[in-house]
């Protein structure tokens, strides 16, 4: 089981920007599927989640109405969209996955309701 983000870059304030995760070695059909950030100094912060098998989509206060997750069965990947970026959106970004038999959908932003995490991909503020 791998996941692996991508589309991480320098970015300035009002731009847009999407996130890649891709999955191998287990389809998404039947995981939840969230991205987490954590920014220097701070705890990960679950930002959003998608349900494939459903399409249910969750997100934090603070990308909320900003950022869009979605799903790609045939690539297997789950995107997430971000817009009207922030100098606080820089951080480094995950994506975690889980079986949701294993999950609790009131605490997808928990990152202990993970057992499956990419190796980040890196989004930052140009000065």
């Known amino acids: 089981v791998q996941l692996v983000e991508s589309g991480g870059d320098l970015v300035e304030a009002g731009t847009s920007l999407r996130l890649s995760c891709v999955a191998s070695?287990?389809?998404?059909?039947?995981?939840?599927v969230s991205w987490f950030r954590q920014a220097p100094g701070k705890e990960r912060e679950g930002i959003s989640c998608i349900e494939p098998s459903n399409g249910s989509e969750y997100y934090a206060d603070s990308v909320k109405g900003r950022f869009s997750i979605s799903s790609e069965a045939a690539k297997n990947t789950v995107y997430l969209q971000m817009s009207s970026l922030k100098p606080e959106d820089t951080a480094v970004y995950y994506c975690a996955a889980e079986f949701v038999g294993d999950w609790t959908r009131r605490r997808w932003y928990d990152v202990y309701e993970y057992d499956y995490w990419g190796q980040g991909t890196q989004v930052t503020f140009s000065s």
């Open positions: 070695g287990f389809t998404f059909d039947h995981y939840a």
